[in-house]
């Protein structure tokens, strides 16, 4: 028999020593961790966070974590608080961070995978990608995904990642910032690798509650940074978008409930649909995306479904028929379902859905990651077992 099981606390004191005494108390009883996961409120002090919970961790358990746009576990959504995820069972695990995520992205994820690897004693090529997973966190403000995806998978593309960006609750882009915990180490513009190696049940699921329309676009003219859609169809890409809506140009906006957010766009890879999504209308009538853009690209028109019912029923449905007996599930939940939960009044039944989850720890991210492709809008999930 093989399992991987977890325990969750959560603390909103303040004071980092109260904080991690709070938390390690909450644990007293279970089975010593393995791995521990902390997700913290961006305005806390991290490093003193982190010291204090690595003093109190038994010297063999490993930590990792970041700063959040919000705090998951079983009990909701919260803000302003620390959520410790306590995994034990049969699995080891490699950390692997790497760093300078801003100039050479693809050599930072390269390297964090190399150091996860080297610390399991495996070569990336001969990964078992059967009893191996990888939990990415990147610096979710550097706007790299797609890049550190290329070097975390350089030697093995099998291998299945999950994760999501290092967030911030600060709403103002300009100071916007994340920070990641390794061990004891505390960062910025960084990306962290924890590589399981495990024989027990698991599974890397995403669920978004979008549908396809039954039409399609093409991307026709991108900008020499690949983020921009200069045309669609043609046409002036915002013009185009919104004549497909059937809305104005300013209804567009992500967050306003008939535009981007309610209908994004997907890339269509066999039966699965990942979420590309616009974000933000220029004035030259351009779109910014939130990922990579290639002229000729053609994508999927979504349509919004029941954001709470679809997370319910992936809890009470997907997820069990994915894992047998399942015991812990880390959540990566894109801050954009909360922005588009807000704007409709969403955001109580998502919370009240996480009490159908296996036992779970997570947070609000800045963009999402699943298998090789950066995703938006999406719920993200690394989940473990019982055989």
């Known amino acids: 028999m093989a399992r991987v099981k977890m325990q969750t606390a959560r603390s909103t004191l303040v004071e980092p020593v109260a904080v991690a005494e709070d938390l390690i108390r909450q644990l007293e009883g279970g089975e010593t961790p393995r791995l521990v996961t902390l997700f913290a409120s961006r305005e806390r002090d991290q490093l003193a966070l982190n010291r204090a919970v690595r003093e109190r961790l038994p010297p063999g358990t490993r930590l990792v974590g970041a700063t959040t746009a919000g705090e998951l576990d079983n009990h909701g959504i919260h803000s302003g608080s620390v959520v410790m995820g306590a995994l034990s069972g049969d699995f080891e695990v490699g950390l692997g961070l790497g760093t300078g995520l801003s100039v050479d992205a693809v050599s930072a994820g390269a390297m964090a995978m190399k150091r996860a690897a080297q610390e399991l004693g495996v070569r990336q090529s001969d990964i078992d990608t ?30 299945m990642l999950v994760g999501g960006g290092a967030a911030d609750s600060d709403p103002d882009p300009q100071s916007q910032s994340a920070q990641l915990h390794v061990d004891g180490e505390v960062t910025t513009d960084s990306v962290l690798v924890a590589l399981f190696k495990t024989s027990a049940p698991w599974a890397a699921l995403r669920s978004h509650w979008y549908q396809p329309l039954g039409e399609r676009l093409t991307i026709t003219r991108v900008d020499d940074s690949a983020t921009r859609a200069l045309e669609i169809d043609g046409k002036p890409a915002a013009r185009r978008y919104a004549e497909m809506l059937g809305v104005s140009v300013e209804d567009l906006e992500f967050g306003k409930p008939r535009g981007f957010a309610a209908h994004p766009t997907a890339l269509k890879v066999g039966r699965e649909y ?95 990651l699943y298998s090789g492709f950066h995703i938006n809008t999406t719920l993200t999930v690394l989940a473990f077992g019982e055989n």
């Open 274 to 368: 990942f979420i590309r999504a616009p974000w933000k209308v220029l004035p030259d009538d351009s779109i910014l995306f939130a990922n990579l853009l290639e002229e000729g690209t053609e994508l999927e028109l979504m349509k919004a479904g029941d954001l709470a019912g679809m997370t319910r029923a992936f809890f009470q449905e997907e997820l069990p028929r994915r894992v047998l007996n399942p015991r812990a599930t880390l959540l990566f939940h894109c801050s954009g379902r909360m922005w588009y939960a807000q704007a409709t009044g969403a955001v109580g039944g998502i919370a009240d859905s996480l009490r159908h989850a296996p036992t779970a720890a997570g947070m609000n991210v800045h963009f999402e």
């Open 130 to 159: 059967r009893r191996y997973v990888g939990l990415v966190i990147d610096d979710g403000f550097r706007y790299k995904k797609e890049e550190l995806l290329l070097g975390l998978l350089e030697k093995n593309q099998a291998l």
